[in-house]
């Protein structure tokens, strides 16, 4: 019987993210926005956002969560102008924030304090943006 395994030599493994890439992770939560229709806006807001950012950003894995749901009475309608504005302004003041941001160094902290959020007051939900 021979020493050498049958499979022969191991496959070298390629990173996950490549150098020039970014990955997208969406978070919308059900309880945040009901109706699917609201999410699948705020989804599309987001992946328009990171498009239009994508430059400014650094390589890596980018996550955005819905924290808070968006208010009813404000927003009657899912696909109203109001909430796509609303949604629009705060995502290009969350990746501005996260693209011109520092990060900390890889000592396996979330960035922005630890917590691994960047929050944006405004009238609408809050949302998250984070790298890994």
Not at 66 to 92: C, G, K, V, Y
Not at 99 to 126: E, I, M, V, Y
Request: hydrophobic share 45%; glycine share 6%.
């Amino acid at each position: 019987m021979s020493p050498e395994l049958s499979t022969g030599e191991l496959p070298v493994s390629t990173p996950a993210v490549d150098d020039a890439g970014q990955w997208l992770g969406l978070v919308v939560p059900k309880r945040h926005a009901k109706r699917a229709v609201t999410r699948t806006l705020i989804k599309r807001q987001v992946r328009a956002a990171m498009a239009l950012h994508a430059s400014e950003l650094p390589a890596g894995l980018w996550v955005v969560r819905l924290r808070a749901p968006f208010d009813r009475q404000q927003f009657p309608s899912a696909a109203s102008a109001a909430l796509r504005a609303l949604a629009r302004e705060e995502l290009t003041t969350l990746f501005h924030r996260a693209a011109h941001s520092p990060l900390p160094p890889s000592s396996g902290r979330k960035p922005w304090g630890g917590r691994g959020k960047a929050k944006a007051a405004s009238a609408g939900a809050p949302t998250d943006v984070a790298a890994s």
